[in-house]
C-alpha cells in the first residue's frame, strides 16, 4: 500500500518509523509546506517529501494518508484527501474550531469514507487494561474518574501549539485525550460540563495553561480533570517518547483514578504502575484490597502511554482489509464537543450542558 504523510514534524516521523515495520506498506512520501521539515525528514527517516499535495493526492495508488500537520492545516488536509478518495487518518485535535470538526464528520459520512481521529490513548496498554476491566464488570458501575495531570512548560516560546490560530484551544490541542479516555470507559453520553481556568502564570501563551474540568454523564457518573502546566524545568524535547523518566523528575504527574462501585482503578504514566482494588462490604463497613498491580519497563513505555504505533499499524491494516475505523470522526466530534463545552463554560462562568453544543451550530465564543 502506497501512503502518504501529511505533515512531516515529529509526530509525521513518528509515524513513519512506525509504517516502516509493516508489511503491508510499500512506499511512504512526505507532504509538509516546510522545506526544512521535509529534509530533516529524508536525512532522518530516509523519506523522501514533495510540495505538491495535488501530485501527492493525484496518486490513485496512494489509498491511506495520515495527517499529521500543526492543527490549523488537520481540517483543509482532510477534507482535500477525503475528496480525492483517500483513507484518512487525522492528528487529533479534529479541527481548530467545531465548525471545521463537525463539517469534515460530515464530509466523511457523505462521502462514504474513512476517517479515523488520533485519540491513541485508546491503543495504550495501559489504559486498555482499564477499560478491559471496566468491561469485564470488574469494577462494577463506574461512578467518579479523577484524573491530575501536571506538567511542564515544554514546548516553549515559539511553538504553534500556544497560538490560538495554530492551535486552537489548549483543550481541543492537550486535554482532549484525558476527556476521551473518560468517555470511552463510561460508555454514556456526556450531559453536562463545568469547568474553570485562572489567569496564566505561562504569560507567553495564547492559550490557557490550567483547567479544572468536571464531566456529569447520562447515567449519573461525574469525570473530574485537573491540568497545570507551570514553570518548572524544561525538557524541550519530543516528550511522548523516550523522555518519561525526564517528566517525572520534571514533576510531570498523570494520574487517573477510576472508582466503582465494586472497585477502583489507578493509572501512573510516569511512575509505571497500574493498580485495581476490589470492594467488599463487612460488617463494619467497606473494606478494599489491591488485587492486581501492573507496571512495565522504560522501552514499553511507547505501548503504555501514547501508543501510536498499534495505531498506525491497525489503520492500514483496517484500510487494507475494508474496515470501518475504531475511531469514527463522528465519536471523536463528541469528544471536540466536549472540549468545546469547557472552554464556554470556562468564558461564560456556568455549567454548560452539553444539547447546548449542537454540531452544526455551536455558541460562538469570543
Ligand atoms: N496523539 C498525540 O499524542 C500527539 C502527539 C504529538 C503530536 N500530535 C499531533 O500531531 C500533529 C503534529 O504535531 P508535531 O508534534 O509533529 O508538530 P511539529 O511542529 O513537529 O510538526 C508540524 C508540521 O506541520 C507542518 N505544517 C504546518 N502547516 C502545514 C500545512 N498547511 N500543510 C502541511 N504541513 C504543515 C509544519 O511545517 C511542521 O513540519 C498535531 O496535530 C499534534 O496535535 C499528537
Not at 496518486?59 to 500537520?69: G, S, W
Not at 495554530?166 to 468517555?183: I, N, T
Not at 460488617?283 to 512495565?296: M, T
Request: hydrophobic share 35%; with cysteine.
Amino acid at each position: 500500500m502506497k501512503i502518504a504523510i501529511l505533515g512531516a514534524g515529529v509526530m509525521g516521523r513518528t509515524v513513519i518509523e512506525h509504517l516502516k515495520e509493516s508489511p503491508i506498506v510499500t512506499d511512504i512520501v512526505a507532504y509538509d509546506t516546510s522545506a526544512e521539515s521535509l529534509e530533516e525528514t529524508r536525512r532522518k527517516c530516509g523519506v523522501e517529501g514533495s510540495q505538491s499535495l495535488d501530485e501527492i493526492l493525484g496518486d490513485p495508488k496512494r489509498k491511506l494518508v495520515f495527517v499529521t500537520a500543526a492543527n490549523g492545516a488537520h481540517k483543509d488536509l482532510a477534507m482535500a484527501s477525503l475528496r480525492a478518495g483517500k483513507s484518512v487518518m487525522c492528528e487529533k485535535p479534529m479541527a481548530t474550531s467545531l465548525e471545521d470538526a463537525s463539517v469534515m464528520a460530515d464530509e466523511v459520512e457523505a462521502l462514504n469514507g474513512f476517517l479515523q481521529i488520533g485519540f491513541e490513548l485508546r491503543y495504550s496498554r495501559l489504559y486498555t487494561t482499564v477499560k478491559k476491566w471496566i468491561d469485564e464488570g470488574k469494577l462494577g458501575e463506574v461512578r467518579n474518574i479523577q484524573c491530575n495531570y501536571i506538567c511542564s512548560e515544554f514546548w516553549g516560546r515559539d511553538s504553534w501549539r500556544t497560538k490560538l490560530a495554530a492551535g486552537g484551544s489548549m483543550f481541543g490541542e492537550k486535554l482532549s485525550h484525558y476527556v476521551d479516555l473518560p468517555r470511552w470507559w463510561v460508555r454514556s453520553p456526556v450531559k453536562e460540563v463545568y469547568a474553570l481556568s485562572s489567569p496564566n502564570v505561562v504569560s507567553y501563551y495564547e492559550v490557557r495553561d490550567n483547567y479544572q474540568a468536571s464531566c456529569k454523564f447520562d447515567n449519573g457518573a461525574v469525570s473530574h480533570l485537573t491540568f497545570f502546566m507551570p514553570f518548572s524545568s524544561t525538557s524541550l524535547g519530543d516528550p511522548l517518547l523516550d523522555l518519561l523518566d525526564q517528566q517525572k523528575e520534571d514533576g510531570h504527574e498523570l494520574r487517573y483514578l477510576v472508582m466503582g462501585t465494586e472497585g477502583a482503578v489507578e493509572t501512573n504514566v510516569f511512575g509505571r504502575t497500574i493498580k485495581r482494588w476490589a470492594y467488599r462490604e463487612t460488617s463494619e463497613g467497606f473494606h478494599a484490597e489491591i488485587v492486581e498491580r501492573g507496571a512495565w519497563k522504560p522501552e514499553e513505555d511507547h505501548f503504555y502511554f501514547h501508543n501510536t504505533h498499534d495505531q498506525a499499524l491497525d489503520i492500514v491494516r483496517r484500510v487494507q482489509e475494508g474496515l470501518p475505523p475504531s475511531i469514527s470522526a463522528r465519536d471523536a466530534l463528541e469528544t471536540m464537543k466536549v472540549c468545546e463545552a469547557a472552554d464556554l463554560s470556562v468564558e461564560q462562568g456556568r455549567a454548560i450542558e452539553m444539547k447546548e453544543i449542537l454540531p452544526n451550530n455551536p455558541p460562538k465564543r469570543a
